[in-house]
């Protein structure tokens, strides 16, 4: 089962507690944007296996929105962080590098 650590109140809560948001750090366009924007924006997701950044709320909790990085292969966490964030912090981007060598932080915004 999964298991996140709400970054707010400090509570590890399984899956059941959680409700998942989708992919974390996308562009959002709004208005003004072209089509194929907005388009990309709505429906291109990625689905990796591997290291993956997602949405999460402490549904049962707390109620905040927070991001997650983990590897959608293993389930593996590599840790929790405030949903304002713009990217991962370094900590998190560290502790992936040392179990994926190689591995770089793609900037979406």
Aim: aromatic content about 14%.
């Amino acid at each position: 089962m999964l298991t996140l650590t709400c970054p707010y109140c400090g509570v590890a809560a399984d899956e059941t507690e959680l409700a998942a948001g989708g992919e974390a750090h996308l562009k959002r366009f709004g208005p003004g944007s072209t089509d194929a924007e907005f388009d990309t924006y709505m429906f291109a997701r990625e689905n990796p296996k591997g290291v993956h950044f997602e949405r999460w709320r402490h549904a049962y909790g707390c109620g905040k929105w927070f991001l997650a990085a983990r590897d959608t292969n293993t389930l593996e966490v590599f840790g929790t962080y405030p949903a304002q964030s713009s990217a991962p912090p370094q900590h998190i981007r560290d502790a992936i590098t040392a179990k994926r060598p190689g591995w770089t932080w793609r900037d979406f915004a």
